[in-house]
Structure formats: structure tokens, C-alpha cells
T-cell receptor
Framework: DAKTTQPNSMESNEEEPVHLPCNHS???????IHWYRQLPSQGPEYVIH???SNVNNRMASLAIAEDRKSSTLILHRATLRDAAVYYC??????????FGGGTRLMVKP | DTAVSQTPKYLVTQMGNDKSIKCEQN?????MYWYKQDSKKFLKIMFS???????INETVPNRFSPKSPDKAHLNLHINSLELGDSAVYFC?????????????FGPGTRLLVL
């Protein structure tokens, strides 16, 4: 699986939007861009995924660059419960997920 | 209602023992996985399994073996436990025909080898 690069940590204030970046310059045409998050003492949780177009769901939005070499996970209003490690992962059907270090998001009240 | 469940939640055991961790999913998925998260918090895939094939991460010692009695279960057997096996083990599942490959994870089993 192609590699992704994310900042080690980010901080946000509660109620403000958060933009979590991910670089994946070696992405192939069939790779889906996935975001998972892991809250303290819990298993990873699916957040959102996309292929080429921007995506929205109840948890977040995913903005994908036109060349697909980068993407941004957007939390529109961060809450304390959003404090977690966020993982950006590239995957093709049936392949095993390869987790990197992720971005630790800290949310300040 | 839990989609992916694991038992036990905590497991404390002595070096050299053999233990099993159970995983069940009620999502109707056909592919299941085991991951290991060590003390540095890195998540590493160990196995991917469906009724067609078992894919093993080459770094996993052969003391670890997955066993699937049916599509809804994938248990992890560990023989001759070592101190370095202490970690959190996560089970996950997905539908192989779903091109996006979204996986759903269990809550984890915290294994401590003394």
C-alpha cells in the first residue's frame, strides 16, 4: 500500500473547525483514501473515505486534491470527544490496512 | 448489538502459556483481521482471512495462528507466550466485495504476559 504522511500532532479549540492534512504523493488510481480515528482505550473507528470527489457524512468532510496527492479531513466543530489519533490510510479492495503514526488531535476547552 | 466483539477484554497470563482470544462479528462480513498495537501505539496487521485465503504478515511469529470456525468468528491462538507479546489485540471485519475496503474494529483485548 502507498505511504501517507501526517503531522504528529495538532491542537484545536473547542467549537472551532479542524483541518487535518494528509500527503499521499504515491497514490495509485485504484486506492481509496480512508480516515480512521482511535479514541483513548478504544479500537479504531471508521470516519470517512473517498476516491476522487469530496465527501461529507455526519462525522466529517473529506476534501481531496484534484491530483489526489493530498487530502484533508475536516471536523466542522471540534468537541472534546473528538480528541483522538486520526489515521489517513490508502487502501484497495481486499488489502490489509497499513496504519502510520497518525495525527494526535488535542482539543482545548 | 455490538458489531465486532472480542473476549476477553483483559488477559493476564504467565510466560510460556497458551491462550486464545475470540472475535465475533454480526455484520455479515466475509473477511476478518487481527491487528496488534504495541506500547508505542503502532497498529500492525497480523492476519487477513476469508473463506478463500489466509494472508499472513511475514513478521508474525508462527506461535500465532488464526482459527475460523465459521464466517462470523476468527479466533487468535497464541502458543508459548512471551513477554513481547504484551499488547492490545484488535479484531476487525470487512466485506471483500466492497471496493472501498472499509473495516470495522472490535474494542480490543489487552494482553499482559508476566
Amino acid at each position: 500500500d502507498a505511504k501517507t504522511t501526517q503531522p504528529n500532532s495538532m491542537e484545536s479549540n473547542e467549537e472551532e473547525p479542524v483541518h487535518l492534512p494528509c500527503n499521499h504523493s504515491t497514490i495509485s488510481g485504484t486506492d481509496y483514501i480512508h480516515w480512521y480515528r482511535q479514541l483513548p482505550s478504544q479500537g479504531p473507528e471508521y470516519v470517512i473515505h473517498g476516491l476522487t470527489s469530496n465527501v461529507n457524512n455526519r462525522m466529517a468532510s473529506l476534501a481531496i486534491a484534484e491530483d489526489r496527492k493530498s487530502s484533508t479531513l475536516i471536523l466542522h466543530r471540534a468537541t472534546l470527544r473528538d480528541a483522538a489519533v486520526y489515521y489517513c490510510i490508502l487502501i484497495h479492495a481486499g488489502n490489509m490496512l497499513t496504519f502510520g503514526g497518525g495525527t494526535r488531535l488535542m482539543v482545548k476547552p | 448489538d455490538t458489531a465486532v466483539s472480542q473476549t476477553p477484554k483483559y488477559l493476564v497470563t504467565q510466560m510460556g502459556n497458551d491462550k486464545s482470544i475470540k472475535c465475533e462479528q454480526n455484520l455479515g462480513h466475509d473477511t476478518m483481521y487481527w491487528y496488534k498495537q504495541d506500547s508505542k501505539k503502532f497498529l500492525k496487521i497480523m492476519f487477513s482471512y476469508n473463506n478463500k485465503e489466509l494472508i499472513i504478515n511475514e513478521t508474525v511469529p508462527n506461535r500465532f495462528s488464526p482459527k475460523s470456525p465459521d464466517k462470523a468468528h476468527l479466533n487468535l491462538h497464541i502458543n508459548s507466550l512471551e513477554l513481547g507479546d504484551s499488547a492490545v489485540y484488535f479484531c476487525a471485519s470487512s466485506h471483500s466485495e466492497l471496493l472501498s475496503g472499509t473495516q470495522y474494529f472490535g474494542p480490543g483485548t489487552r494482553l499482559l504476559v508476566l
